[in-house]
């Protein structure tokens, strides 16, 4: 069956079947089951907070209160590095599936991006809550910015789920892509501005190339569209205040380009690329 | 229904409900390390056809069996005609709700219940979950599963869980039924339950295509044949005559 948009909004019982499974399967292995979506991104702020707080003495005298502006970029390379790493062997690991029902496929990489972003929500709002009782001064008082949070929201799935689409054809050719995928994701996780802001990396790129040339490498650095979730969603929810429209409009080209491109790649190799299952 | 009661005046008037025109689909045999750097490098691929120039048109009432040397492309075939895989040349014109019994309890989750694999199974083959849950009482009690209904079927003997899938998959009211191999699953009991439900589906469906090694079983069931020989089609056309010329050469690939 041609994975088209009709045949998934047809079929969007079983996205929803899909998503629902995969979230009961996550906790029937545990004792503290659903508990763990809220714990696990709170045990990975910890971690970093620790290392870079704790150890090395740094984060917190620039970025108040550091361990939340640590936790939603955390939360948000987490939804997208295991959505992308679980996505690359999705085709693979249900190739049974695959090869004896016809439905639409896409509807798997597209519920491991969905099941993710479950999980994000419940990390977010942990994120919401600590962020209202622990306002920082720097906060304007506004909560009109608060409206940017949906909007970033969508670009973040349509970013990840672009990625995914592509990525899951891509990974039934060449299962060895998990094994790589692994470590771009690390480097790219610490090239986008988690652990620190994106006016470290303005200054810095001043300081080193002065006025035009500087501002130009920002300008560059800012187009990962991470650097502006991470940023918006700090932006928004920690200090009250608006993402300039410029960063919006790139945010929002990239996100339509990956998710059609992803979408158009998907399309491309549908029922074609199980024959390498 | 037997081979021989296909009459080819009939034939002519009714309506064609599957359609293959030239249909091929190549497969690239597997390379790893070196080998899979060589051919990188040299941005060349090998291909063998697992079906080429596969012409094929059945109409409604018929009932089609595929048989053919392992590695003929008969469950290729069954991919395609079941719309799960496309084909690289060709067409495909299928007219009807096709239900393709290939695989037995695929997409099974062993954590769920059999009542809930029952509901995630009908939204794979995009039945609405409402009407799924209609037929879940009806499903379990000819699985013979209704008292282990709500246990993970993580502890179910590979018995119970072959008699699951069969139950789920065959709960279908399909117009094209499309059967690869003979399915048969169970004890003695439950192979004749199953083999009388398939006979009903058999008689309710528009057409069946079957695949099947059994020439004696095909004899039985099938109006037409089509003798698939190293991707290709060898004969195709009634049932006796494809079949006779297909035990002649001892079931074997051409040229063996």
């Known amino acids: ?277 | 229904m037997t081979a021989a009661s296909s009459s080819s005046s009939e034939r002519g008037e009714a309506p064609i409900v599957v359609q293959l025109r030239g249909v091929g689909v190549w497969f690239q045999p597997q390379a790893r390390g070196l080998g899979l750097l060589r051919r990188m490098a040299s941005g060349r691929a090998p291909v063998r056809w697992a079906l080429r120039d596969v012409d094929l048109t059945v109409r409604e009432g018929e009932s089609w069996g595929i048989v053919g040397h392992n590695g003929a492309g008969k469950s290729t075939l069954c991919l395609v005609l079941a719309d799960i895989l496309a084909p690289d040349e060709g067409t495909v014109d299928v007219r009807g709700k096709i239900a393709a019994l290939v695989t037995l309890g695929a997409g099974f989750q062993p954590e769920f219940s059999a009542r809930e694999n029952i509901l995630l199974y009908g939204a794979f083959l995009g039945i609405p979950a409402e009407t799924m849950r209609a037929r879940v009482d009806e499903i379990l009690a000819f699985a013979e599963l209704a008292e282990y209904a709500d246990e993970p079927i993580r502890g179910f003997s590979s018995g119970m869980r072959a008699r699951l899938g069969f139950a789920v998959a065959t709960s279908l009211d399909p117009e094209i039924l499309l059967l690869d191999e003979v399915l048969s699953v169970g004890d003695r009991q439950f192979r004749a339950k199953s083999r009388a439900r398939l006979e009903l589906m058999r008689a309710r469906s528009r057409c069946v295509i079957t695949v099947s090694h059994s020439v004696p079983f095909l004899r039985q069931v099938a109006t037409h044949c089509l003798w698939l020989d190293k991707g290709t089609v060898r004969m195709a056309g009634p049932a006796a005559a494809v079949l006779d010329a297909y035990e002649a050469t001892g079931g074997e690939s051409a040229g063996v």
């Open chain 1, 1 to 277: 069956m041609i994975s088209s948009w009709r045949a998934v909004l047809a079929r969007r019982d079983l996205l929803a079947t899909l998503v629902a499974t995969d979230m009961r399967v996550s906790v029937v292995g545990s004792r503290l089951g659903w508990v763990w979506w809220f714990l696990d991104p709170l045990l990975l702020m910890l971690v970093y907070w620790g290392i870079i707080a704790g150890v090395f003495g740094r984060g917190s005298d620039r970025y108040e209160p550091y361990p939340l502006f640590l936790f939603i970029a955390l939360a948000t390379w987490k939804h997208f590095a295991a959505s992308v790493s679980k996505s690359i062997g999705v085709l693979r690991s249900r190739d049974r599936l695959v090869k004896s029902i016809a439905f639409p496929t896409i509807v798997l990489p597209l519920s491991v991006v969905a099941s993710g972003f479950v999980y994000f929500l419940a990390g977010f709002s942990v994120f919401a809550v600590a962020a209202a009782i622990w306002r920082p001064e720097r906060h304007t008082g506004d909560l009109l910015p608060l409206l940017q949070v949906p909007a970033l929201m969508a670009a973040q799935v349509a970013v990840t789920a672009g990625v995914c689409m592509a990525l899951s054809c891509f990974g039934v050719v060449f299962p060895d892509l998990r094994l790589v995928a692994g470590h771009v994701l690390r480097v790219g996780f610490y090239l986008s501005p988690g652990l620190y802001g994106v006016d470290l990396v303005r200054e810095r790129a001043l300081g080193a190339l002065g006025a035009p040339w500087g501002e130009w490498a920002f300008d560059a650095y800012m187009a990962n569209p991470f650097a502006v979730l991470f940023t918006g969603y700090r932006e928004a929810v920690l200090y009250g205040a608006w993402l300039p429209p410029h960063w919006w409009a790139l945010l929002a080209v990239e996100a339509v380009a990956a998710f059609v491109l992803g979408y158009r790649i998907y399309q491309h190799h549908d029922r074609r690329v199980l024959k390498f299952l």
